[in-house]
């Protein structure tokens, strides 16, 4: 196919799309808005068209038939005045009584100058054509002197006035028609609006009852609306039975493991106990202490902090404390809170979330700074040090749950490696979510946010 002929093809698709996505961007994104404007939009082109077809074709066709009605009696007015002008002042009361009309003889004189159109420019036109087709005289109209028209016909001996309201010639009431449309319009807005707000709220409702539920917060739900919603509403509480049935029974079931791994290694403990001091019973000892402490990381891991509820929690204070600890260990740590300190969360499980990224920071670095900015929908928390840090390309394989970096920086080392996937998965049951970067100071930053 000729170049030039799939540059033709393309350039109105290019067109096209330019003007689509130009569109996009301005239209309404929410669901109210755009079915707001699914019901105006119609209503408003179909009274632009009803309107169009009501000045173009009704209202010309009566100022038509109007404008050739009062042609038809001034002229006539004007051949019976000229062919019986003894019966001149009969003519006279028989044009203000029957045909509505004030006729007035002025002496033999020039016309005026034609006058300006004026805002009524239709019925200049059409008042004119349609003098001009039945008269046959010279004449001059003004159709400027508020409700009145003034026409003047010149004959041999004199010049007619007449004057005559506007309404005789013109179709004057057609702003009742966009009266009734203007209010039906508003009336069935109001109903589509009312009728749409009924149909958004349960829809809202559900949002932000699965907003809620996935912060880890209780939610309560009645489907509500119509059919569809309430489908969708019992879809998502049968979801969330069967979420919270699910954790109910893992964590029954990690009870259980717990209780039966801590009496085996009570057991350990207490036959260590009984046997004779020396460096293979030391030994011993360690291994049932770091397996004591790995079962406990393992179990707290799989179990999470579901069972907690949430709080007003004062993040402020939580990083207070760890300042506080962090300064105990001869470490330098600074704190900068910014906004509003208490968000709802649930206060152990954030505590130790936090507790879990300064422990990585009091491992590396020499110095630690905590930050806080809530914004009011968000609370940013970054944790910074000036440690060895971690490579770029292996900050997302540090939360992979019992994943060992093999670098110096090993945030893990002679621990389970589950800090950080431990972190992540309490940061995000609140919505939020858990990042690592490089630090402005070298060493890693680590980023929570969570939802207010």
Same mark, same amino acid.
């Given at each position: ?5 799939? @540059?033709? $093809?393309?350039?109105?698709?290019? &067109? ?15 669901? *109210?808005?755009?079915?707001? =404007? $699914? &019901? ?11 309107? *169009? +077809? ?8 009566i100022t038509d038939r109007l404008s050739a009605a009062v042609a038809r009696d001034v002229a006539a007015v004007s051949d019976l005045y000229v062919r019986f002008p003894q019966d001149r002042e009969t003519l006279t009361l028989v044009a203000g009584v029957d045909l509505n009309m004030q006729l007035? #003889? ?52 004199? /010049? ?9 010639? *013109? ?21 589509? /609006? ?24 209780? &939610? ?8 569809? +919603?309430?489908r969708a509403g019992a879809a998502f509480l049968e979801m969330k039975q069967r979420v919270e049935r699910a954790i109910e029974q893992r964590t029954t079931m990690l009870t259980g493991v717990s209780h039966d791994l801590r009496t085996i290694i009570t057991r350990f403990k207490l036959s260590l ?5 020396? #460096? ?14 790995? +079962?406990?990381? *393992? ?15 004062? $993040? ?18 600074? =704190?900068?809170?910014?906004g509003e300190p208490t968000i709802v969360t649930r206060p152990a499980a954030v505590k130790r979330l936090l507790a879990n990224l300064v422990g990585n920071a009091q491992r590396y670095g020499k110095r630690i700074d905590l930050s806080a900015e809530n914004d009011g929908k968000i609370m940013t ?10 490579? +770029? ?19 893990? @080392? ?39």
């Amino acid at each position: 196919m000729n170049v030039d002929v799939i @540059h033709a $093809i393309a350039a109105p698709r290019r &067109v096209w799309r330019a003007f689509a996505g130009w569109l996009h961007d301005r239209m309404p994104k929410g669901l *109210y808005a755009r079915a707001l =404007l $699914i &019901v105006i939009l119609p209503i408003v082109l179909l009274q632009s068209a009803v309107a *169009y +077809v009501y000045m173009q074709r009704h209202w010309e066709a009566i100022t038509d038939r109007l404008s050739a009605a009062v042609a038809r009696d001034v002229a006539a007015v004007s051949d019976l005045y000229v062919r019986f002008p003894q019966d001149r002042e009969t003519l006279t009361l028989v044009a203000g009584v029957d045909l509505n009309m004030q006729l007035v #003889a002025l002496p033999k004189g020039p016309l005026p100058e034609p006058m300006e159109r004026s805002f009524f420019s239709l019925l200049d036109h059409v008042l004119t054509r349609e003098l001009a087709q039945r008269v046959r005289r010279p004449f001059w109209i003004n159709t400027t002197k508020g409700n009145f028209v003034e026409i003047r016909i010149a004959l041999d001996d004199a /010049t007619l006035q007449f004057v005559t309201t506007r309404t005789q010639a *013109y179709a004057s009431n057609s702003h009742i028609f966009f009266i009734w449309t203007t209010v039906a319009s508003i009336v069935i807005i109001g109903v589509a /609006t009312s009728f749409l707000r009924n149909q958004i709220r349960p829809i809202l409702r559900l949002a932000r009852a699965a907003e809620e539920f996935g912060k880890g917060r209780d &939610v309560s739900l009645r489907p509500s609306g119509a059919t569809e +919603v309430r489908r969708a509403g019992a879809a998502f509480l049968e979801m969330k039975q069967r979420v919270e049935r699910a954790i109910e029974q893992r964590t029954t079931m990690l009870t259980g493991v717990s209780h039966d791994l801590r009496t085996i290694i009570t057991r350990f403990k207490l036959s260590l106990a009984l046997l004779p001091q020396g #460096a293979e019973t030391e030994e011993l000892r360690k291994d049932v202490h770091e397996m004591e402490r790995m +079962v406990e990381a *393992y179990l707290a891991f799989a179990r999470g902090d579901g069972g907690e509820a949430p709080a007003p929690t004062d $993040i402020g204070a939580i990083l207070k404390d760890l300042q506080i600890d962090t300064a105990k260990l001869g470490i330098d740590a600074r =704190l900068t809170m910014t906004g509003e300190p208490t968000i709802v969360t649930r206060p152990a499980a954030v505590k130790r979330l936090l507790a879990n990224l300064v422990g990585n920071a009091q491992r590396y670095g020499k110095r630690i700074d905590l930050s806080a900015e809530n914004d009011g929908k968000i609370m940013t928390i970054h944790i910074d040090d000036d440690g060895p840090g971690i490579p +770029v390309e292996r900050l997302e394989d540090a939360f992979r749950p019992f994943y060992r970096l093999d670098e110096s920086r090993n945030q893990d @080392h002679g621990n389970s490696g589950l800090g950080l996937a431990i972190a992540r998965d309490i940061a995000r049951a609140h919505g939020g979510d858990l990042t690592l970067e490089r630090s402005t100071r070298g060493g890693l930053r680590a980023t929570v946010t969570l939802p207010v």
